[in-house]
């Protein structure tokens, strides 16, 4: 009994196909098709320099050596303007020393 069944299905489907019309396609459709696949997987372009810095500067391997550079970064300017505050108050309080009544 299923083996019929499953024939009429079978024969039923068929004819369903048959009977549905099917448009014809645009000329060039396939090549369409594949041109947007392949642009849909392409990177995108960013819009500026400062975008395509930003993307290579947060790709993971980049990161790390970011994150280095800038730290060190902050470390030496950190360090200068500490020499630089240093030596202001050392002048300030050496003239201070030689010369008070300058300072009032």
Known sequence: MKENMNSNDDKLSALL????LSP??????????????????????PASWLDAFAVL???PRFAFA?????????VLLGTYQGAQTTRQNE????????????LR
């Not at 196909?17 to 549905?20: L, T």
């Not at 014809?24 to 041109?35: G, I």
């Open 57 to 59: 500067v947060l790709r």
């Open 66 to 74: 970011t994150v280095s550079a800038l730290v060190l970064a902050g």
């Open 17 to 20: 196909r048959k009977s549905r």
């Open 24 to 45: 014809s396609l645009p000329p060039r459709f396939q090549e369409n098709v594949w041109r947007r696949i392949e642009d849909a997987e392409a990177p995108a372009k």
């Open 91 to 102: 002048h300030a309080h050496y003239i201070a020393l030689v010369a008070p009544n300058l």
